[in-house]
């Protein structure tokens, strides 16, 4: 399996479950990803398992908009290409700033 979010190194913030990453591609002023380290295609493949994965990873959205200072922000999951998934590889957009389209 070739997945670039498996092999992806933090650049903004790591614990044992996730990474936060800037995204490369921004589509606002602040734009990161928050990536589960295991591997999960989309939010068509969770597994009723995988659901403190996804409180998780709302909390660590929420940390890392804590550390950086910013108090506005928007959530995006996006599945599958249609609706703008380009990584096969669950994902959380969380955006900021003057560029943020909506």
Same mark, same amino acid.
């Given at each position: 399996?070739?997945?670039?979010?498996?092999?992806? /190194?933090?650049?903004?913030?790591?614990?044992?479950?996730?990474?936060?990453?800037?995204?490369?591609?921004?589509?606002?002023?602040?734009?990161?990803?928050?990536?589960?380290?295991?591997?999960?295609? +989309?939010?068509?493949?969770?597994?009723?398992?995988? /659901?403190?994965?996804?409180?998780?990873?709302?909390?660590?959205?929420?940390?890392?908009?804590?550390?950086?200072?910013?108090?506005?922000?928007?959530?995006?999951?996006?599945?599958?290409?249609?609706?703008?998934?380009?990584?096969?590889?669950?994902?959380?957009?969380?955006? +900021?700033?003057?560029?943020?389209?909506?």
């Amino acid at each position: 399996m070739d997945c670039i979010f498996c092999e992806i /190194k933090s650049d903004v913030y790591e614990n044992d479950s996730f990474i936060v990453v800037k995204d490369i591609n921004p589509k606002a002023e602040i734009h990161f990803l928050i990536i589960p380290k295991k591997h999960i295609e +989309s939010i068509s493949h969770l597994e009723p398992e995988d /659901k403190d994965l996804m409180g998780k990873m709302m909390l660590i959205a929420q940390k890392v908009a804590k550390d950086k200072g910013i108090e506005s922000y928007n959530l995006q999951i996006n599945v599958g290409r249609k609706a703008g998934q380009v990584i096969d590889h669950i994902h959380m957009h969380l955006l +900021s700033g003057k560029k943020l389209c909506h």
